[in-house]
């Protein structure tokens, strides 16, 4: 069954045949303590179909389906999730210099909106997410990215390295902000087609991903407080890139 909320199916059936069509989900809600052949089928569909799985108490399906919803739900994405295979090709095609954002464990959807806002403002080319982990891309978070969610590329990965990797083989510089980093910002070259790598709002880059980066660097900060918030730092990177390339004055 549908919800009046347009991205949000409930019940069995329909949420198997949801996944089944090809159609977006971002993520299914099942209720904490279903076992048996059920359980067994939706975490082997999930996986396959590279779709987060999430266990829930049954009261917070009960809060966003009432109690028809049969122990599982779905939400639909809000948008058509695009693929690094396909986008990469388009953008050398268009005689341009790849600029990626790979986004590892940004978790706030206001932050996501903000951030996708800042990259399509300033000519990045596609947004990389992994499918767990990271922020839904709800009506919030379009809200929060003023339409841009709806204008750049957004690739959903099942795995962050697998995508790094296939972004060197591309031709594509890994860079990565780290507040351990020796270098600054301004002693990248960003003229070359990168990526950049951006980390979570409370831990950063995750180790795994950042042994992956070609370069490390830091922005320089004067103040007293730990760090900056990850939209902004993101749009500063961005307004560095974009400075190097000659794109604004």
């Known amino acids: 069954m549908q919800s009046k909320r347009k991205n949000i199916i409930y019940g069995r059936h329909p949420v ?8 977006g989900v971002d993520k299914v809600l099942l209720q904490q303590g279903i076992r048996g052949e059920f359980e067994k089928e939706i975490r082997k569909l999930t996986k396959e179909k590279n779709v987060a799985l999430q266990y829930v108490p049954k009261e917070r399906l009960n809060k966003i389906a009432g109690g028809n919803h049969q122990g599982i739900l779905a939400y639909l994405s809000l948008l058509e999730y695009q693929t690094l295979e396909n986008i990469l090709p388009f953008i050398y095609e268009k005689s341009e210099t ?30 990389v997410i992994p499918a767990t982990g990271s922020a839904q891309i709800n009506a919030e978070a379009m809200k929060s990215s003023a339409g841009a969610l709806g204008n750049i590329a957004v690739c959903r990965e099942k795995n962050l390295s697998s995508a ?44 795994a991903i950042l042994r ?11 103040g007293e407080s730990n760090s900056l918030n990850v939209s902004v730092a993101t749009g500063i990177m961005l307004y560095e890139v974009v400075r190097q390339r000659n794109v604004i004055d």
């Open 16 to 23: 198997i045949d949801v996944i089944n069509s090809g159609k």
């Open 98 to 127: 790849p600029l990626i954002l790979v986004l590892d464990g940004v978790t706030d959807v206001r932050n996501m909106g903000a951030i996708a806002r800042s990259a399509e403002c300033l000519g990045a080319h596609a947004l």
């Open 164 to 207: 790094i990797n296939y972004l060197k083989m591309s031709g594509i510089k890994i860079f990565a902000s780290s507040l351990h980093a020796d270098k600054t910002i301004f002693q990248q070259d960003f003229s070359m087609p990168c990526a950049i790598i951006i980390g979570s709002e409370d831990d950063g880059v995750s180790p």
């Open 212 to 222: 992956r980066a070609d370069e490390r660097f830091i922005i320089p900060q004067s």
